[in-house]
């Protein structure tokens, strides 16, 4: 997988948008940037992923830079339910097989 | 999205016994299922890709007779920790993707099982 950089934590107020990055610059023409998200003692959940093109769904938005070499993961409204670890993870080969870095870990407050 | 079942939740054992884990995709079919592990305050480790009607692939550094996987149907893989010891002990997870022919497939996790062998 190509390696990401991913800043170890972040805290963000709830109800306010929550910015995460994600750096790949080692990124290849057709790998994908998928993200996923771990909450405290649970299996992770998938949030988004995307090639090139920004990707929005009822979870959060995917901007990525017109170079692929980072992206930005937004959760619009982050609520304390929101509170994990974030992964941006680039799998060679497809979206099935997965290395996870140390990501991000979101902390929402009040 | 998918769901992707683990049983048990979690289980204590004593050491030397052997412990099954198993991992369900409840409404897909998955050719391929992957098994991780997770201690604590550590990142997710990739231990070995469960191939359906096949023998597994195991990552470098896991033990293939310790790890036994099971991928007997296109619905369920096992895992069996087999002669466990307190090393042992950790959050064991599987993952599944819905076989698609198109390039990229998300995948879907179970809830985990925590082990503690005691």
């Known amino acids: 997988d190509a390696k990401t950089t991913q800043p170890t934590s972040m805290d963000c107020a709830e109800g306010r948008a929550a910015n995460l990055p994600c750096n790949h610059s080692t990124i290849s023409g057709n790998e994908y940037v998928y993200w996923y998200r771990q909450i405290h003692s649970q299996g992770p959940q998938y949030i988004i992923h995307g090639l090139k093109n920004n990707e929005t769904n009822e979870m959060a938005s995917l901007i990525i830079t017109e170079d692929r070499k980072s992206s930005t993961l937004i959760l619009p409204h982050a609520t304390l339910r929101d509170t994990a670890v974030y992964y941006c993870?680039?799998?060679?080969?497809?979206?099935?097989?997965?290395?996870f870095g140390t990501g991000t870990q979101l902390k929402v407050e009040l | 999205g998918a769901v992707v079942s683990q049983h048990p939740s979690w289980v204590i054992c004593k050491s030397g016994t052997s412990v099954k884990i198993e991992c369900r995709s409840l409404d897909f079919q998955a050719t391929t299922m992957f098994w991780y592990r997770q201690f604590p305050k550590q990142s997710l480790m990739l231990m070995a890709t469960?191939?359906?009607?096949?023998?597994?692939?195991?990552e470098q550094g896991v033990e293939k007779d310790k790890f036994l996987i099971n991928h007997a149907s296109l619905t369920l893989s096992t895992l069996t920790v087999t002669s466990a010891h307190p090393e042992d002990s950790s959050f064991y997870i599987c993952?599944?993707?819905?076989?698609?022919?198109?390039?990229?497939?998300?995948?879907?996790f179970g809830q985990g099982t925590r082990l503690t062998v005691v």
């Open positions: 993870i680039v799998p060679t080969g497809g979206g099935n097989k997965l290395t």
């Open positions: 993952s599944a993707s819905v076989d698609r022919i198109t390039y990229t497939t998300e995948a879907f």
């Open positions: 469960s191939n359906e009607g096949s023998k597994a692939t195991y």
